[in-house]
């Protein structure tokens, strides 16, 4: 389903058909946390892939975190991102430019409760081509009692290699139990 909703609100215009995504691996956090998430030695069968997690950071002093996405373990200063967000009362944006990393949607931190669980879809288009730079973008938000906040995001990966490796961290800290990550490759 937040395939089918995420392909509508960017404009695809048909909704793909359940066959056309393919589940690859999926990563459930356990008792500790984990510091990060990371998939490698992704296959090169597919058109793009999809991200889909349900997470908190790990920010003890901060409602919210950052999800920041590195691509084949490169932090060479290759990302670049926009966001446009809003609380419910405001909305404002931000660029990032020459970064280690993208920072993608924010999810509920670490005041937000043991409860406060973000949802975020992060698209990886064309992500074999050796040809052109590789582009994100990202749909997500969180629910803190009222003052949470949603977020889209567009991000651009400055190589042009084909990514074979995928690695999330929280803004800070570790991404604690029960925060669930799956990865899907879609054929067309």
């Known amino acids: 389903m937040i395939g089918n909703i995420a392909a509508g609100l960017f404009g695809v215009g048909v909704t793909p058909s359940t066959t056309s995504y393919e589940s690859i ?8 946390g984990s510091s990060s998430i990371d998939f ?17 950071g790990g920010i003890g002093s901060s409602n ?18 926009h966001q446009l967000f809003g609380d419910g009362s405001s909305a404002s944006a931000n660029a990032f430019t020459s970064q280690n990393t993208i920072y993608t949607n924010r999810i509920g931190g670490g005041t937000t409760g043991s409860s406060g669980f973000g949802a975020v ?18 749909l997500g938000g969180f629910d803190d ?3 949470g906040r949603m977020a ?4 651009l990966y400055q190589s042009t290699s084909a990514i074979n490796r995928i690695t999330l961290t929280p803004e800070a800290g570790s991404f604690p139990q029960y925060s669930h990550f799956a ?3 879609i054929k067309d």
């Open 145 to 147: 009692n009222g003052s």
């Open 121 to 138: 879809v992060i698209d990886l288009l064309d992500y074999t081509s050796t040809s052109k730079y590789k582009t994100i973008r990202a």
């Open 64 to 81: 919210s975190s950052y999800i920041n996405l590195n691509l084949n373990n490169d932090s060479s200063g290759v990302y670049a991102a």
């Open 25 to 32: 691996a999926t990563v459930s956090v356990g008792s500790g």
């Open 183 to 185: 990865l899907y490759g």
């Open 152 to 155: 889209m995001t567009s991000g």
């Open 40 to 56: 490698t030695s992704i296959s090169s069968s597919y058109k793009h892939l999809q991200l889909r997690l349900i997470a908190r």
